[in-house]
């Protein structure tokens, strides 16, 4: 054999030549080496990708759950300026309640370069709110940090002229009330940031403005003015009246509502004392109570036109039957008398002319305690009244209703009842037995 020469069979395993390769491999064809290079490359850089947007989602995720910076006041300045609110006017079309706008200024702390200089020349037109607390409000790496709400035109020209680096203005709105205290109760009052927090203005928040404000609407566009039944003329004479009334007899309060029986429209409502919304510091105090709406109270002789209604309402006492109002009528320890009594036979007229307690509770025990309970649930004088103030309170009634019950909530005492409900219940007296609920809205 040549030694250039060789057949396949005379090669062992030791004897293979390097470049030999087995038949199965040369059947395969080989991949250059650029494709797995490039393989390799494209699924690092989906891993990195990956990581690097996990890490992204993770901190949104971090930031969205995590309290705002405290002193920030909100996350910009933008997100904090205090929403704007629809006009309130009366049936007339006179403005109860309108936004104004008003400046205030803020600090963006990150680029103020020295709180110290900053926060002494800001005292110099605002010194009541003091040096350690300026610099204190302008110190840290808060992107935003109100100053002060509602200053005056006076207070921005000197704050601008001061030329301060990361101190700023926004044009806010401020509510205002034209009328004062007039209708105080009626209309409620907003906080700092143009909020409804009781009356009238919290009715509209809770009803529609609340949503349209967190849904990012109606921050500085008009809104189209809300009308309530009110007429501030009529107002103004009830609330006068009882001003008077409490002058002259020395009360502690008082209360009056004037309602349109037909529509159940409230032309008028005042409780006193009250407070000014346009600076509301007095309207928690527990005198500031409206007391037509959330004032429970035993109404006394008040409240005898419904036992009358409910015994003409039973066929139990007629116009022409007569009530022994001789003597007083004693239960147990009690003793039921006349004010002024008469200390004799009485006709039924004549026990509401005298405004006899004898005569009305004979009345009503002739309907007796379920029947006098069933005909004032008619009334309303059970639940809580609808209407659509948020200060309204619930009835106190009676844990037990026995024939001393009776007789006594036969003349207004055992169980309390707010104004307003007394007067939508004689309003339904008087209108040909129509309950219609109290509102605020023509």
Do not use: C
């Not at 800001?122 to 409000?137: C, E, F, I, Q």
């Not at 007039?182 to 809770?206: P, R």
């Not at 002259?248 to 008082?254: C, D, E, L, S, V």
């Not at 109270?297 to 116009?319: C, H, Q, R, W, Y």
């Amino acid at each position: 054999m040549s030694p250039d020469r060789f057949d396949d069979d005379d090669i062992g395993p030791d004897d293979a030549p390097p470049h030999a390769v087995p038949a199965a491999i040369k059947a395969r064809p080989r991949r250059p080496a650029g494709v797995d290079r490039s393989r390799v490359r494209i699924r690092l850089a989906a891993v990195v990708f990956t990581l690097a947007f996990g890490a992204i989602i993770g901190r949104l995720a971090m930031l969205g759950f995590a309290d705002a910076p405290a002193g920030t006041g909100g996350a910009s300045a933008s997100s904090s300026i205090a929403s704007s609110r629809p006009d309130l006017v009366d049936r007339n079309g006179e403005v109860l309640a309108a936004d104004l706008k008003t400046a205030s200024v803020f600090g963006e702390p990150r680029n103020i370069a020295d709180p110290d200089e900053a926060a002494e020349a800001l005292a110099t037109v605002l010194p009541d709110l003091g040096v350690d607390w300026l610099r204190k409000r302008l110190s840290g790496n808060a992107g935003f940090a109100w100053i002060k709400r509602e200053i005056t035109p006076q207070q921005q020209k000197k704050i601008h002229a001061l030329g301060i680096p990361g101190i700023g203005f926004l044009t806010e709105n401020r509510r205002f009330y034209p009328g004062g205290s007039t209708a105080a109760h009626i209309l409620g009052a907003v906080n700092g940031d143009n909020q409804g927090i009781s009356g009238i203005e919290k009715a509209i928040d809770d009803r529609w403005l609340a949503a349209l404000h967190a849904a990012g609407f109606a921050r500085g566009e008009p809104l189209d003015p809300v009308k309530l039944s009110v007429d501030i003329s009529v107002q103004h004479i009830l609330r006068d009246e009882l001003a008077q009334a409490l002058e002259r007899y020395h009360a502690i309060a008082a209360a009056g509502i004037i309602l349109n029986v037909h529509t159940g429209e409230i032309v008028a409502m005042a409780s006193l004392p009250d407070y000014d919304p346009n600076n509301p510091v007095d309207a928690l105090k527990p005198d500031r109570l409206n007391r037509v709406s959330a004032g429970m109270f035993e109404l006394g002789s008040i409240f005898k036109s419904f036992t009358f209604a409910m015994a003409f309402d039973s066929g139990l006492v007629k116009m022409g039957d007569s009530i022994d109002a001789t003597n007083a009528i004693r239960v147990g320890r009690f003793t039921i008398n006349d004010f002024h009594g008469k200390h004799r036979v009485l006709t039924v007229p004549e026990v509401f002319i005298y405004s006899s307690n004898i005569g009305t509770a004979r009345m009503a025990l002739k309907v007796g305690a379920e029947g006098q309970q069933a005909y004032l649930k008619r009334y309303g004088f059970f639940d809580r009244p609808a209407i659509e103030l948020p200060e309204v309170g619930l009835p106190i009634i009676p844990k037990k209703w026995t024939d001393l019950t009776t007789m006594t909530v036969a003349f207004g005492h055992s169980m309390a009842v707010s104004p307003l409900q007394v007067a939508v219940a004689d309003a339904a007296l008087v209108n040909g037995g129509k309950l219609i609920p109290p509102t605020l809205f023509p």
